[in-house]
């Protein structure tokens, strides 16, 4: 089954202890993305990736970290996670991007910074 | 800067009503326009896209949507919902290959539909 698989689904954790959420997708779709979504701000991009090894700045990159070594995967990172961090993040993916393509979303993780 | 607005936050119906979400987004060029639904406890799927052609788009579950140029509109609607359209829908915007990945989201209305 095509899907976007993302881990852990909850979370919960302290100001500061470094964590990482994982993103998966067995579709071999060059385009990646995390986005995290707010009540009334909507889902807004934190980092996308094009291809392996290219990533770049979404509309809210500060505090976050990303890699793509491999296709299938891009984790998102959380150095020195904050409270103002307390979001439902979302991972995407999509075949090459050239702004028409459907994005197919994980089913999110909902992380507690306390 | 791009943006997109979608001007109801709350929207409740009764079913066999019609519907119509109001979507506007900032930018003047040639631009892809998408909505998305999001079911409760689920994650986000495609309704429909438009990125050229005809600017009446049929999408999934007797959704439609106008691209109205002059407007900077993308409006959702449907003649008539039903108890399942119960969801947040979102309207997103790229503007083309040369912004890069970035696709913009509006705030998301969120329609409850009463049986």
């Known amino acids: 089954e095509a899907q976007v698989t993302q881990n852990p689904r909850y979370l919960i954790t302290v100001t500061g202890k470094k964590l990482t959420v994982t993103c998966s997708q067995n579709m071999n779709h060059e385009y990646m993305s995390w986005y995290r979504q707010d009540p009334g701000l909507g889902l807004r991009q934190i980092y996308y990736?094009?291809?392996?090894?290219?990533?770049d700045k979404g509309d809210v990159p500060e505090g976050y970290k990303v890699s793509r070594k491999e296709k299938r995967n891009f984790p998102l990172i959380l150095e020195s996670p904050s409270p103002n961090q307390t979001s439902l993040y979302f991972c995407a993916s999509s075949s090459l991007w050239t702004g028409q393509e459907t994005q197919y979303f994980g089913p999110g993780t909902r992380l507690l910074v306390l | 800067a791009q943006s997109v607005s979608q001007h109801n936050h709350h929207v409740i119906l009764s079913e066999a009503a019609s519907l119509e979400l109001g979507c506007n987004y900032s930018y003047g060029g040639t631009v892809n326009l998408f909505w998305y639904v999001q079911y409760p406890g689920q994650h986000l799927q495609l309704l429909l896209k438009y990125f050229s052609g005809d600017p009446l788009v049929k999408g999934i579950k007797g959704f439609e949507a106008e691209f109205i140029k002059s407007k900077f509109s993308f409006n959702l609607r449907k003649p008539s919902v039903q108890w399942s359209d119960t969801a947040e829908y979102f309207c997103?915007?790229?503007?083309?290959?040369?912004?890069?990945?970035?696709?913009?989201f509006g705030q998301g209305t969120e329609l409850s539909v009463k049986p």
């Open positions: 990736s094009m291809n392996v090894e290219v990533t």
């Open positions: 997103a915007v790229n503007a083309g290959y040369n912004q890069g990945g970035k696709l913009i």
